[in-house]
């Protein structure tokens, strides 16, 4: 049985689509499964043994319509009996419409039924003590083939390498104190906590732990964290080791030798999770936490619904989602950041 899955981005969905392919292999170990997905995030699939191949999907596609034909008119050549489109995007959905299959899955839109041959519709509303609702939805996509009794797997996971393992492991070898990696600063503006709420988050915990820092962010988001620097105490400095992942590949080695994540909800933190860290997410107004998160005492979410009654919608404008952004203090979660860090000493 041939399988193709499709999620090109972002990061966080391509992290969690590879459950797809994992409870394929549980279900059918002869099975061989391609994956197509953005270049940017491949290393998040990288070693992955439930995956066969992964079919690049190029980010200049989008605007080269030449380049995009051709990947098309390839994927015409090729022959699946199932394709899963869980990334639901113009792109995908043509991708599908190429690509000869006897069934083809994908999320239910009004067009939908012109793709695919089976559509799902996702599941909106979380109940109680449930799973977040991006892993149940890529469940439901597997139903119409695995069905519905099944013990499915629901918990994404990244396979690091025994070299990548020993090399990450020698930069914390002299370090005796535990390591909290901070996601400074989200993929947007509109995804980045205030930095001066964040520096004093920061400021909160070097005082009162005894933890050393690592800051995350990108190469291009430089001048952003040196604007926090600039905020933070002499003592919150101190406690920030020389380490910066250079890439995601180098980042998800070095987060897999720390002992927590805090910081802006994103790829960052559901990588983390992937690797059993810990977590403390800041989500940005814009995103509805039961989409992302399993609450519990190793996996904790603040949002600015929680403190503000007023907060009704997630659909807001920029300027909307800067203004519950400043409204959501740091004293707001501080008790809640303090009962997370007390279970990390």
């Given at each position: 049985?041939?399988?193709?899955?499709?999620?090109?981005?972002?990061?966080?969905?391509?992290?969690?689509?590879?459950?797809?392919?994992?409870?394929?292999?549980?279900?059918?170990?002869?099975?061989?499964?391609?994956?197509?997905?953005?270049?940017?995030?491949?290393?998040?699939?990288?070693?992955?043994?439930?995956?066969?191949?992964?079919?690049?999907?190029?980010?200049?596609?989008?605007?080269?319509?030449?380049?995009?034909?051709?990947?098309?008119?390839?994927?015409?050549?090729?022959?699946?009996?199932?394709?899963?489109?869980?990334?639901?995007?113009?792109?995908?959905?043509?991708?599908?419409?190429?690509?000869?299959?006897?069934?083809?899955?994908?999320?239910?839109?009004?067009?939908?039924?012109?793709?695919?041959?089976?559509?799902i519709s996702r599941i909106k509303t979380r109940t109680k003590?449930?799973?977040?609702?991006?892993?149940?939805?890529?469940?439901?996509?597997?139903?119409?083939?695995?069905?519905?009794?099944?013990?499915?797997?629901?918990?994404?996971?990244?396979?690091?390498?025994?070299?990548?393992?020993?090399?990450?492991?020698?930069?914390?070898?002299?370090?005796?104190?535990?390591?909290?990696?901070?996601?400074?600063?989200?993929?947007?503006?509109?995804?980045?906590?205030?930095?001066?709420?964040?520096?004093?988050?920061?400021?909160?915990?070097?005082?009162?732990?005894?933890?050393?820092?690592?800051?995350?962010?990108?190469?291009?988001?430089?001048?952003?964290a040196k604007s926090l620097i600039n905020l933070i105490n002499?003592?919150?400095?101190?406690?920030?080791?020389?380490?910066?992942?250079?890439?995601?590949?180098?980042?998800?080695?070095?987060?897999?030798?720390?002992?927590?994540?805090?910081?802006?909800?994103?790829?960052?933190?559901?990588?983390?999770?992937?690797?059993?860290?810990?977590?403390?997410?800041?989500?940005?107004?814009?995103?509805?936490?039961?989409?992302?998160?399993?609450?519990?005492?190793?996996?904790?979410?603040?949002?600015?619904?929680?403190?503000?009654?007023?907060?009704?919608?997630?659909?807001?404008?920029?300027?909307?989602?800067?203004?519950?952004?400043?409204?959501?203090?740091?004293?707001?979660?501080?008790?809640?950041?303090?009962?997370?860090?007390?279970?990390?000493?």
């Amino acid at each position: 049985m041939k399988v193709l899955v499709i999620q090109q981005k972002m990061i966080g969905d391509v992290l969690i689509s590879s459950i797809l392919c994992e409870n394929i292999k549980k279900w059918n170990s002869s099975s061989r499964i391609d994956f197509i997905a953005n270049r940017k995030t491949l290393p998040i699939l990288q070693n992955n043994p439930n995956i066969n191949k992964v079919v690049v999907f190029e980010d200049y596609f989008k605007k080269d319509k030449i380049s995009l034909f051709k990947f098309l008119i390839n994927q015409q050549n090729k022959k699946y009996d199932i394709i899963i489109d869980a990334y639901g995007k113009t792109e995908s959905i043509l991708t599908c419409f190429f690509t000869p299959a006897k069934i083809k899955i994908g999320f239910k839109k009004w067009y939908s039924k012109w793709f695919y041959t089976k559509s799902i519709s996702r599941i909106k509303t979380r109940t109680k003590n449930d799973l977040q609702l991006t892993i149940i939805n890529r469940i439901e996509l597997l139903k119409p083939i695995i069905g519905e009794k099944f013990d499915y797997i629901i918990k994404p996971k990244i396979y690091i390498g025994k070299k990548e393992k020993k090399l990450s492991s020698e930069k914390f070898m002299n370090i005796k104190l535990p390591i909290v990696m901070i996601s400074l600063i989200g993929s947007s503006k509109l995804k980045t906590y205030p930095l001066n709420e964040m520096s004093e988050l920061l400021n909160y915990i070097t005082k009162n732990y005894q933890f050393k820092l690592i800051l995350n962010y990108m190469k291009e988001q430089e001048n952003e964290a040196k604007s926090l620097i600039n905020l933070i105490n002499s003592q919150t400095k101190n406690s920030i080791l020389d380490i910066t992942p250079n890439n995601l590949r180098d980042y998800i080695c070095i987060v897999s030798q720390c002992n927590a994540i805090i910081g802006n909800e994103g790829g960052a933190i559901n990588i983390a999770k992937a690797l059993n860290l810990p977590s403390f997410s800041i989500f940005s107004p814009q995103i509805d936490p039961s989409g992302w998160i399993n609450p519990s005492s190793n996996e904790v979410g603040v949002h600015i619904m929680n403190y503000e009654k007023s907060f009704r919608n997630f659909k807001l404008s920029k300027r909307e989602i800067l203004k519950w952004y400043k409204r959501l203090k740091f004293e707001y979660f501080k008790d809640e950041l303090t009962s997370f860090l007390n279970q990390l000493e």
